[in-house]
């Protein structure tokens, strides 16, 4: 079974399948060479209130700064601790630079004023 594909863009002969390729991401007909984005992903936050939770959206300036972010967050809000609900570990906020795309709050959900 042949399991290499020929890049649409630089015309050169890939493995989709291998481990590169499924880290990069991209299109399928894609090397993973043409694949790789210059952009920063976004990266989106959910904070539970009550019994509703709030979604945060942040754009970085680099990648570097949203993996230091997502990991202060991701300690700070005791995701990696399972079932103990026991914060981790507290960290500082690292010093980066983000802008806040999109914010929504949690709200009543009886409809009650806050």
């Known amino acids: 079974m042949n399991t290499t594909r ?11 399948n291998s481990i590169e390729k499924r880290r990069i991401g991209g299109l399928v007909n894609t090397c993973p060479e043409c694949s790789q984005e210059h952009s920063t992903k976004y990266l989106g936050l959910s904070a539970g209130d009550g019994k509703q939770a709030g979604i945060t959206v942040l754009k970085f300036e680099s ?27 507290q960290t500082a906020t690292p010093g980066v630079r ?17």
């Open 63 to 89: 990648q570097e700064d949203r993996e230091a972010y997502r990991q202060m967050w991701w300690i700070n809000s005791g995701m990696g601790v399972g079932k103990s609900c026991q914060l981790g570990r």
């Open 98 to 114: 983000f802008k806040t795309v999109t914010q929504s709050t949690a709200t009543n959900h009886k409809g009650r004023a806050t």
């Open 6 to 16: 020929e890049c649409i863009i630089c015309d050169c002969e890939f493995n989709p």
